[in-house]
């Protein structure tokens, strides 16, 4: 690997198919190494036919050099060989100046295709182990249920961990950790009744202990977890007896049960997470790199900045996984393109499943979990500022009429447009009255917040305000800053709605979300709707006063949608078994290779 880089030294310093006129001593100052070595380091270049040397004999006589390879070549295979040796974040820095370069990803595209997807090699015992080798594009920063924050890690915690109840292919709420449950009839008491014999990775049994202290952590916590609404209606919980668990609410609230399916409650080893305790207090952050313990299909072997490896629980209660090993590599520059075309960086997980020995002329399949990004840009009227304006945000709106239909798009034929945005707007011109009666002379200030996935969508929604009498300024933070102030302290906040099998609970906690940022009329009159919401035992009624709610945000300009767009899952015929689990992901644990 040193020759590469010492490749790209040079070439860094020359350039590319240009006679040199040096000598071996300048290469050894440059190489930082002796004239012996330099020697060597030539000639290994020249039997790679890297470059051509003449050589002139002589002391101080100048010898003639030239660089016929590419630089991005270079780094590519530098690339390929860290990610052989796991040595991907070093190789990343070192090559970082190429990574956009269309070479090196056409040559990161076939080592990745070959890389990844179905490999099999022999056991100690020769017995066949079956591995299936997915790259990311994010890095994983946490696994634990409490702290995770990308669609990533949500990803392999859906594999690793177990909720007390489960979606099914038809979306319905079926058992999983309990065996079944009863409610009592004013909707405020659930007892939920565990499995027997369930165990967690590290051998321990799972206990109705477990279940309290995990919703137990998940109520002391401080951070703004997802769903933290439904959670906090928790009035109290206990264990009546080691396999049943009692739940009192403070209300009745219908998307309890859903929530208790989600990622957000699943169920960790009190015996392991107890123990990273600071006094009586549960940390807020998390325990980097700590393998996550759980009762999953798979259970964490490895975990580190290049590779999480999962590998099949052998007595995992609803049955062993056909596949022995997934490695899960995290790739540590911007992923090819054509690899992930239609996901952007909303969904980091590159959905390939690809087998080598069907042939490269072997044609790709589609399969959607019927799972949707829908992107979204909401005002903050609890600021003081020109969005107070009802007709200021209406003129916005019109604004953005159609801009993914902008020429600066056109390369995106992907992108889906909702009609949802023409409610209620108009187009600029016609709204020429708010120029003539307010407008300043120059441009208002707007601030835009967003998260750093969705900077370019942002900088796009600024750039068309720009054109209409605004300046707009992006400002982007991590998903913890963006829950904060930094939402709060902008004009335009711009995110995204996962349309996925917890649609309910995902617009419930978005509506919930949004109306932090709104003034008090508004802001009052979403939180009585999504009242309404939560009483309601009757999915129908809960998704039409949701859709009430949508209507009214965006018909007073509080709310505009741009875009949607499916997430797919892209596939070899040769793939067997291929479903989605309680989370929307694909089922890994039921993927088999023939």
């Known amino acids: 690997m040193k020759l590469h880089q010492q490749y790209l030294l040079l070439h860094s310093q020359f350039g590319q198919l240009v006679e040199h006129e040096v000598t071996l001593s300048d290469l050894a100052e440059l190489l930082e190494c002796t004239h012996r070595n330099t020697l060597t380091i030539v000639k290994k270049m020249i039997a790679q036919d890297w470059i051509r040397w003449v050589s002139q004999r002589g002391r101080g006589r100048r010898s003639t050099l030239t660089l016929l390879v590419p630089a991005d070549q270079i780094a590519a295979e530098y690339m390929m060989q860290a990610m052989n040796?796991?040595?991907?974040?070093?190789?990343?820095?070192?090559?970082?100046?190429?990574?956009?370069?269309?070479t090196m990803q056409d040559h990161l595209n076939q080592w990745l295709l070959g890389y990844s997807g179905h490999h099999t090699e022999a056991g100690s015992h020769y017995e066949r182990i079956d591995t299936l080798r997915l790259p990311i594009r994010q890095q994983l920063h946490a696994l634990d249920p409490l702290f995770i924050n990308l669609l990533a890690e949500s990803f392999v915690t859906s594999h690793v961990f177990d909720g007390l109840v489960q979606r099914n292919e038809h979306g319905e709420i079926v058992?999983?950790?309990?065996?079944?449950?009863?409610v009592s009839s004013d909707r405020k008491t659930w007892f939920f009744y565990l499995r027997k014999g369930i165990s967690f990775h590290n051998g321990h049994l799972l206990t109705a202990a477990d279940v309290v202290y995990t919703f137990e952590r998940l109520q002391s916590t401080e951070r703004r977890t997802l769903y933290r609404d439904v959670s906090k209606q928790i009035l109290s919980l206990e264990a009546t007896d080691p396999l049943t668990v009692c739940f009192k609410l403070k209300a009745p609230h219908e998307l309890f049960l859903p929530f208790l399916s989600t990622s957000r409650a699943a169920i960790v080893s009190q015996a392991t997470y107890?123990?990273?305790?600071?006094?009586?207090?549960?940390?807020?952050?998390p325990n980097t790199m700590q393998k996550p313990i759980g009762t999953g299909p798979f259970k964490v072997t490895t975990w580190d900045d290049q590779l999480c490896r999962l590998e099949a629980f052998p007595v995992y209660f609803q049955g062993r996984a056909h596949l022995d090993r997934v490695d899960i590599l995290q790739i540590p520059w911007s992923a090819p393109a054509h690899l992930d075309e239609s996901q952007e960086f909303e969904s980091p997980f590159v959905h390939l499943v690809h087998n080598p020995s069907a042939g490269a002329g072997a044609d790709w399949a589609q399969i959607s979990a019927g799972v949707m990004v829908h992107?979204?840009?909401t005002c903050n009227t609890q600021k003081t500022g020109p969005l107070n304006d009802p007709e200021v945000r209406r003129y916005i709106q019109s604004c953005l009429v159609g801009m993914y239909r902008d020429d600066a798009n056109a390369d995106h034929p992907e992108v889906m447009y909702t009609d949802t945005v023409n409610d209620g707007a108009v187009h600029p011109e016609e709204l020429s009255h708010i120029t003539k009666r307010s407008w300043p002379t120059s441009p208002i200030p707007l601030h835009i917040a967003t998260i750093a996935q969705y900077r370019k969508d942002a900088q796009h929604v600024g750039s068309i305000l720009d054109r209409y009498g605004f300046s707009c300024t992006v400002r982007t933070g991590t998903m913890e800053e963006f829950k904060g102030n930094l939402r709060l302290e902008s004009d335009l906040i711009l995110f995204s709605l996962i349309r996925d099998r917890d649609e309910e609970l995902r617009r419930y906690d978005l509506y919930l979300t949004l109306s932090e940022h709104l003034e008090d009329t508004s802001r009052k009159r979403v939180q009585e709707m999504l009242?309404?919401?939560?009483?309601?035992?009757?999915?129908?009624?809960?998704?039409?006063?949701?859709?009430r709610i949508e209507r009214f945000l965006v018909q007073q300009s509080l709310l505009f949608h741009f875009s949607e767009k499916p997430v797919e899952t892209a596939y070899l015929p040769s793939v067997r078994g291929l479903s989605f689990n309680s989370q929307g992901w694909v089922n890994l644990r039921h993927i088999w290779f023939p």
């Not at 058992?175 to 009863?182: A, M, R, V």
């Open 531 to 547: 009242q309404n919401v939560v009483a309601s035992q009757v999915s129908a009624d809960r998704t039409a006063e949701l859709d």
């Open 375 to 377: 992107k979204l840009l």
């Open 85 to 102: 040796r796991r040595e991907l974040q070093l190789a990343a820095e070192q090559v970082g100046a190429y990574s956009s370069s269309t």
């Open 274 to 285: 107890r123990q990273h305790k600071d006094g009586n207090k549960e940390p807020d952050v």
């Open 175 to 182: 058992p999983c950790l309990s065996h079944t449950w009863d």
